[in-house]
C-alpha cells in the first residue's frame, strides 16, 4: 500500500477531525490532498505528535482527535504507548504508517526492518484496541469503525517506502499553529 | 519523608489559582506532595508520564486547545527534555510552565545530582528561558501567577525553580 493511496482513503475522515501529524512525507502528502485548519504539522520534535495529540484529547474530551504518526517517530517516543494507554481517551485514534525506513532522511531503515513489532508494542504497552491495516480498504474501515466507537485505537498500516516528490508545504510553521488554535477554539466554542 | 507540605500546598493552590488544568508529571521526591494532590483533585487531570518529553507535547495540545497547564519535573526532567523545548515549545511558540524542582544545588548531599545542579541555570539561560527562583513561602502565589502571565503574553517557555529551602524540611 502507498501511504499517498491510504491517506486519500481516510481523507474523508481525517477534513472532519483535528489532526495532528508528524513531518516529512505524511505532512506532505497530507497537504497536498488538502490543507484544513484543523490540521497540525509537527513539522519537528520528532516522536512527539502523539503527546501532542493526547494533550488535545485531554483538553477536548468531546472532539476526535487523529495522531499520524510514524515508525521512525513511534520509535523515538515509545513511552508514548503507555502514557495513552494510561488514560485511554476514547476520542484519540493513533495511525502508525510503518515503511520501515526513515524515509525522509535518506531511507535508512528503522527497527522495524529487523522484527520490532509496532502493533505488538502497543498491545504489550496496553492500547484497548490495537488493529494492523495494511490494505486501502481495510484501513478505511478500521478508520470509520474507531472514529465511531470510544476506545483508544492505534491502526499501524505497512506502506511502501516511497514519498513524494517534494516535500513542499506553502505553509509557514507559525501559520499553521496559529490557524490550528483558532480553530480548535472555534470547535471549543459550537459546545 | 521531610519534603515541606505546607509549602507544597501553597504551590498547588497557586497553580490552581492559574486555573491549570493539565499537570504533566514525572515522580521526584521533592514533588510527592504535589503529585498526589492533583491526582487526588477531581478537577486536575493529571497525566503521569514516561519521560519528561511528552510532556512538552502534551502541554503543547493543552494550549493549543485553550486549556492551561503545568508540568512538575525534576531538573534532569527539563535536561532530558531539552529537544522538545526547542523543537516544539521555542519553534512553534508555545508557553510553557515549567516547575522544576532544583536538585544538585546548595545543600545536595547526593552526589549523582550536583553535575544536573551545576548545568541547570546555565542551559536554561542558553535557552533565553526567563527563570524565577522559588525560595520563599510568601514569594509562591505572585511569582508563579507573574510566570504564567510571562509565558502567555510571550509565547515561550518559562521555568520556576523549586529550591531546596522551599521543598526541604530538616
Known amino acids: 500500500m502507498l501511504r499517498a493511496d491510504a491517506l486519500e482513503t481516510i481523507y474523508p475522515e481525517l477534513e472532519k477531525h483535528i489532526v495532528v501529524t508528524i513531518m516529512g512525507a505524511v505532512a506532505a502528502e497530507l497537504y497536498m490532498l488538502g490543507h484544513r485548519h484543523s490540521f497540525f504539522y509537527l513539522e519537528h520534535a520528532m516522536g512527539l505528535a502523539s503527546s501532542m495529540g493526547l494533550g488535545i484529547a485531554l483538553a477536548m474530551p468531546t472532539h476526535k482527535v487523529i495522531v499520524l504518526d510514524g515508525d521512525g517517530s513511534l520509535l523515538m517516543n515509545l513511552g508514548t504507548l503507555s502514557t495513552m494507554a494510561r488514560y485511554k481517551p476514547g476520542n484519540l485514534l493513533h495511525i502508525v504508517f510503518d515503511n520501515e525506513s526513515l524515509l525522509s532522511v535518506g531511507g535508512f531503515p528503522t527497527a522495524t526492518a529487523t522484527g520490532t513489532d509496532l502493533a505488538g508494542v502497543a498491545r504489550a504497552s496496553g492500547i484497548p484496541s490495537v488493529v494492523e491495516a495494511d490494505t486501502c480498504e481495510s484501513l478505511g474501515s478500521v478508520v470509520r469503525e474507531a472514529l465511531a466507537g470510544d476506545t483508544l485505537t492505534t491502526i499501524v498500516s505497512k506502506v511502501e517506502a516511497i514519498g513524494p516528490k517534494t516535500f513542499h508545504m506553502d505553509l509557514p510553521l507559525l501559520e499553521n499553529r496559529f490557524q490550528f488554535k483558532r480553530a480548535l477554539e472555534a470547535l471549543q466554542r459550537q459546545q | ?170
Open chain 2, 1 to 170: 519523608m521531610p519534603v515541606s507540605v505546607t509549602n507544597s500546598k501553597l504551590i498547588y493552590a497557586a497553580l490552581k489559582a492559574c486555573d491549570v488544568k493539565i499537570i504533566s508529571a514525572l515522580p521526584e521526591t521533592w514533588l510527592v506532595h504535589l503529585i498526589r494532590m492533583a491526582d487526588e483533585d477531581p478537577d486536575m487531570i493529571l497525566v503521569r508520564i514516561a519521560k519528561e518529553e511528552e510532556a512538552i507535547g502534551i502541554s503543547a495540545g493543552a494550549h493549543l486547545a485553550g486549556v492551561n497547564s503545568a508540568l512538575l519535573m525534576q531538573n534532569h526532567g527539563f535536561l532530558a527534555a531539552i529537544n522538545p523545548i526547542v523543537s516544539l515549545a521555542l519553534l512553534y511558540k508555545i508557553p510553557l510552565v515549567m516547575l522544576i524542582s532544583y536538585r544538585g544545588h546548595m545543600g545536595e548531599k547526593d552526589p549523582w545530582q550536583t553535575q544536573g545542579g551545576m548545568a541547570t541555570e546555565p542551559v536554561l539561560k542558553a535557552l533565553n528561558i526567563p527563570t524565577w527562583h522559588l525560595n520563599s513561602s510568601t514569594d509562591i502565589y505572585r511569582r508563579l501567577k507573574d510566570a504564567q502571565t510571562l509565558a502567555h503574553a510571550s509565547l515561550h517557555p518559562v521555568a520556576v525553580l523549586l529550591s531546596r529551602e522551599l521543598m526541604w524540611e530538616e
